[in-house]
């Protein structure tokens, strides 16, 4: 019998800023690197808002956007038998 690999769907939030585009695993991630006055949005109401690739974050300063991160599937670590 065999057995399908079974695929987690990873997210990646994408952040659109001046211009430039930053990806991140998480939305707590985007604020390792950017304080709420640099994106013009808390943690808080970013995270109520119910974020995803349909509906979209967007104000006066960045957009951000939810996704799928699209990968191969791996045998890497996986004995044969």
């Known amino acids: 019998m065999v057995e399908k690999d079974k695929k987690q769907e990873r997210t990646v939030i994408h952040l659109e800023l001046n211009g430039e585009h930053h990806y991140f695993g998480s939305i707590a991630s985007i604020y390792d690197y950017f304080s709420p006055k640099d994106i013009g949005v808390v943690y808080g109401t970013l995270r109520n808002y119910g974020l995803s690739s349909e509906h979209p974050y967007q104000n006066a300063k960045c957009v951000i ?17």
Do not use: D, F, N, V
Request: charged share 45%.
């Open 65 to 81: 956007r939810k996704g799928i991160l699209h990968q191969k599937p791996g045998k890497r670590g996986r004995k044969q038998k």
